[in-house]
């Protein structure tokens, strides 16, 4: 659970504001190249979507991992 855990937070890390930005931004000489998802810009929906898996990890971690430590002590 803990590797779980680690390996997706550090993947969006990399993916909300580093290379992964290259997967979703709009080529600007195309003019059919989707840029707004549901009216906002792709580029931070697409951050957005990486910042609440980031905070889904923390949630996951506060409530299983770091409360067993917790109560151990």
Known sequence: ???TL???F?????MGCGPGLYLVNPDP???D???T???VPIIYAWGLFWVVI???VLVVACCTIWARECSEE
């Open 6 to 8: 680690k390996v997706l």
């Open 10 to 14: 550090i993947l969006s890390l990399v």
């Open 29 to 31: 000489t195309d003019p």
């Open 37 to 39: 998802v549901l009216g």
């Open 1 to 3: 659970m803990k590797r």
């Open 54 to 56: 980031e905070a889904g």
């Open 33 to 35: 190249s989707l840029r």
